[in-house]
């Protein structure tokens, strides 16, 4: 029996895109930077966490993330991100790098898929506007030449911001689940339009260590910020200076035949030059996307938030009328998508709708939101009903796996992100007024925060069922490799999975792969069992209990 996690696959998902930059491309796919002057200024360190290069800067607040702030031309933008965040970027790649060799060790299939996801990926470059590109090389300027043996930089960052797009088409391999929600007039506290949402973007622990929230002032468009990573100028979640969000949320695509404008470049124009809700359609109107995915964006000047939901061959918007509140998970919701297949194979067979009845529950909850409501939702490790489902289960709002959450006061131009871990530590508050105000006055002011804003970590990352749960993530990692790789483990291993995380179904399901992969069927019988009597997340992972329930027991009579 041969099992994959839903960690290890989305790893191996984004290892195999970064693999894919491996062809030979001709000089005509870089931007033409000749209108531009490549001179920015020189790179001043201040200490270990702090950097300046004229106006702009990047430090490390004492939660740990670090905050950027870029200004000038696509170009200028780009040598002076990559000047500063120069060893971020390596990390970033150090780490989806060592998993290529971890999870694809044979040379002759790298060779091989590289071949085959850098013809995939042969006309990316054509759908992705030239300022965009532009920024990308200057970023790339100050990349590593160890990551060579794969491809030059610009092509490695090129594929990189499609990893994205490329986990969500192949959810099949790597479910993920964010989850967002709008509220506004008589459903917030001050009746001003509240955004909340969790990123569940999982690439290994190590990918999340070093957020960055940048705030980027361009020569055109809008002034905006965004919580990006080391080498990324796509937007996953960002506000702008009219007072404009957007947030993605994937939802269910086929494999596509040929990449396209990767959903990160296309939130990124809408953020800046959008300032209401109708310019933000038009901009997704006029961009070929290559999977489906739903765009949430609020609006100060509109007052309220949409839903545009893209996919290769339909596009809709999805409005609540006169509702005031807009939930977001996994599933369309717009008419165009009604009678869509696998839409509504989504909506049947995942933990999109589970995760959607949720929020609606935790929001009937509460009659009026504030932020600090906002991010107790989002915190939220129960099921419906409030009822235990175990942590790191994927049909709660937190999946104890975030990127990072986020929080949103568009009409007063209000931020709150998540320190690690997860979406736990504490929400650090930044005000666009006040970061590009004090900018334009004092081009020396390097921290932007607002402590006096700030929310406090979850208490939970103080108790002991954190602490086993960290606990039991290591074990079931090792769990996993035991059964991907048929190694023998003692029975005292398994045990203490299930002391760790007793409510999670998935702990019994592992130990019921373990034993029934080695012959030991009616503990694998008994395994079975008990998973199927704790919250399983899908569908698909019902049935299988099912399936390994009748074998086992077949197999235990003999």
Same mark, same amino acid.
């Given at each position: 029996m *041969?099992?994959?996690?839903?960690k290890i696959?989305?790893?191996?998902?984004?290892a195999l895109?970064?693999?894919s930059?491996?062809?030979?491309?001709?000089i005509n796919?870089?931007?033409?930077?000749?209108?531009?002057?490549?001179?920015?200024?020189?790179?001043?360190?201040i200490?270990?966490s702090t950097f300046l290069a004229?106006n702009?800067?990047?430090?490390?607040?004492?939660? %740990?993330?670090?905050?950027l702030?870029?200004?000038?031309?696509?170009?200028?933008?780009?040598?002076?991100?990559g000047?500063?965040?120069?060893?971020?970027?390596?990390?970033?790649?150090?780490v989806?790098?060592?998993?290529?060799?971890?999870?694809?060790?044979?040379?002759?299939k790298?060779?091989?898929?590289?071949k085959f996801?850098?013809?995939?990926?042969r006309k990316?470059?054509?759908?992705?506007?030239?300022e965009f590109?532009?920024?990308?090389?200057? @970023?790339?300027?100050?990349?590593?030449?160890?990551?060579?043996g794969?491809?030059t930089?610009?092509?490695r960052?090129?594929y990189?911001?499609?990893?994205h797009?490329?986990?969500h088409?192949?959810?099949?391999?790597?479910?993920?689940?964010?989850?967002s929600?709008?509220?506004w007039?008589?459903?917030t506290?001050d009746?001003k339009?509240?955004i909340?949402r969790?990123?569940?973007?999982?690439a %290994?622990?190590?990918?999340?260590?070093e957020?960055?929230?940048?705030?980027?002032?361009?020569?055109?468009?809008?002034?905006?910020?965004?919580?990006t990573?080391?080498?990324f100028?796509g937007?996953?979640s960002?506000m702008?200076?009219?007072?404009?969000?957007?947030?993605?949320?994937?939802?269910?695509?086929?494999?596509p035949?040929?990449?396209?404008?990767?959903?990160?470049?296309?939130t990124r124009?809408?953020l800046?030059y959008?300032?209401?809700?109708?310019e933000?359609?038009?901009?997704a *109107?006029?961009r070929e996307v290559?999977v489906?995915?739903s765009i949430? @964006?609020?609006?100060a000047?509109?007052?309220?938030?949409?839903l545009i939901?893209?996919?290769?061959?339909?596009?809709g918007?999805?409005?609540v009328?006169n509702?005031?509140e807009?939930?977001?998970?996994?599933h369309f919701?717009?008419?165009?998508?009604?009678d869509?297949?696998r839409?509504?194979?989504?909506?049947?067979?995942?933990?999109?709708?589970?995760?959607f009845?949720?929020?609606q529950e935790?929001?009937?909850?509460?009659?009026?939101?504030?932020p600090?409501?906002a991010?107790?939702?989002l915190?939220n490790?129960?099921?419906?009903?409030?009822?235990?489902i175990?942590?790191?289960?994927?049909?709660a709002?937190?999946?104890l796996?975030?990127?990072?959450?986020?929080?949103?006061?568009?009409?007063?131009l209000?931020?709150?992100?998540?320190?690690?871990?997860?979406q736990?530590?504490?929400?650090?508050?930044?005000?666009?007024?006040?970061?590009?105000h004090?900018r334009?006055?004092n081009p020396s002011?390097?921290?932007v925060?607002?402590?006096?804003?700030?929310?406090a970590?979850d208490?939970?990352?103080h108790?002991?069922?954190?602490e086993?749960?960290?606990a039991?993530r290591v074990?079931?990692?090792h769990?996993?490799h035991?059964?991907?790789?048929?190694?023998?483990?003692?029975?005292e291993?398994l045990?203490k999975l299930s002391?760790?995380?007793p409510d999670?179904?998935k702990?019994?399901?592992?130990i019921g792969?373990?034993?029934?992969?080695?012959?030991?069927?009616?503990?694998?019988?008994?395994?079975?069992?008990?998973?199927?009597t *704790?919250e399983?997340?899908t569908?698909?992972?019902?049935?299988y209990?099912?399936?390994?329930?009748k074998?086992?027991k077949?197999?235990?009579?003999r």
């Amino acid at each position: 029996m *041969k099992l994959v996690s839903k960690k290890i696959s989305y790893l191996l998902l984004l290892a195999l895109l970064l693999c894919s930059c491996g062809i030979k491309k001709s000089i005509n796919d870089r931007p033409d930077i000749s209108a531009y002057n490549a001179t920015i200024p020189q790179k001043e360190t201040i200490n270990d966490s702090t950097f300046l290069a004229g106006n702009s800067f990047l430090t490390k607040n004492k939660q %740990g993330l670090w905050e950027l702030y870029v200004e000038g031309d696509p170009l200028e933008r780009g040598l002076i991100s990559g000047s500063l965040t120069e060893h971020l970027m390596y990390k970033q790649e150090q780490v989806f790098f060592e998993k290529i060799n971890e999870l694809v060790p044979s040379e002759g299939k790298q060779r091989f898929l590289r071949k085959f996801l850098s013809w995939y990926n042969r006309k990316m470059y054509k759908h992705i506007p030239e300022e965009f590109k532009t920024e990308i090389y200057g @970023v790339t300027r100050y990349a590593s030449n160890d990551f060579n043996g794969i491809a030059t930089p610009y092509l490695r960052a090129l594929y990189l911001h499609g990893a994205h797009d490329i986990g969500h088409a192949l959810q099949d391999l790597a479910l993920v689940g964010c989850t967002s929600f709008a509220a506004w007039d008589n459903k917030t506290e001050d009746g001003k339009l509240l955004i909340g949402r969790n990123f569940d973007f999982y690439a %290994g622990d190590a990918f999340a260590e070093e957020k960055i929230i940048a705030f980027i002032n361009p020569d055109e468009g809008h002034k905006f910020m965004s919580v990006t990573w080391g080498g990324f100028i796509g937007v996953v979640s960002g506000m702008n200076d009219q007072g404009l969000t957007v947030t993605i949320n994937a939802g269910k695509s086929k494999i596509p035949l040929v990449a396209k404008t990767p959903i990160s470049i296309l939130t990124r124009e809408i953020l800046q030059y959008a300032s209401t809700i109708d310019e933000a359609i038009e901009i997704a *109107k006029k961009r070929e996307v290559f999977v489906s995915e739903s765009i949430m @964006v609020g609006s100060a000047k509109d007052k309220k938030a949409i839903l545009i939901e893209v996919s290769p061959n339909n596009f809709g918007v999805h409005t609540v009328g006169n509702s005031s509140e807009l939930i977001c998970s996994n599933h369309f919701q717009s008419e165009p998508y009604s009678d869509d297949r696998r839409n509504l194979k989504t909506i049947e067979e995942s933990h999109s709708k589970y995760r959607f009845m949720r929020m609606q529950e935790l929001l009937s909850e509460e009659e009026k939101v504030n932020p600090v409501e906002a991010v107790s939702i989002l915190r939220n490790k129960k099921g419906l009903d409030d009822k235990v489902i175990g942590y790191g289960n994927e049909k709660a709002l937190n999946q104890l796996l975030a990127h990072h959450g986020i929080v949103f006061q568009p009409e007063d131009l209000k931020v709150w992100v998540s320190s690690n871990p997860y979406q736990l530590g504490e929400f650090v508050a930044y005000d666009l007024n006040d970061v590009f105000h004090n900018r334009n006055n004092n081009p020396s002011t390097v921290s932007v925060s607002n402590s006096t804003l700030n929310i406090a970590k979850d208490p939970f990352v103080h108790t002991e069922a954190f602490e086993n749960y960290e606990a039991y993530r290591v074990s079931e990692r090792h769990v996993e490799h035991a059964i991907e790789d048929d190694i023998k483990i003692d029975s005292e291993e398994l045990e203490k999975l299930s002391t760790l995380n007793p409510d999670y179904w998935k702990v019994y399901k592992l130990i019921g792969d373990y034993y029934y992969q080695n012959k030991v069927y009616l503990k694998a019988l008994d395994a079975y069992r008990m998973a199927s009597t *704790k919250e399983v997340t899908t569908k698909p992972d019902v049935e299988y209990l099912i399936k390994y329930i009748k074998k086992s027991k077949r197999k235990s009579k003999r």
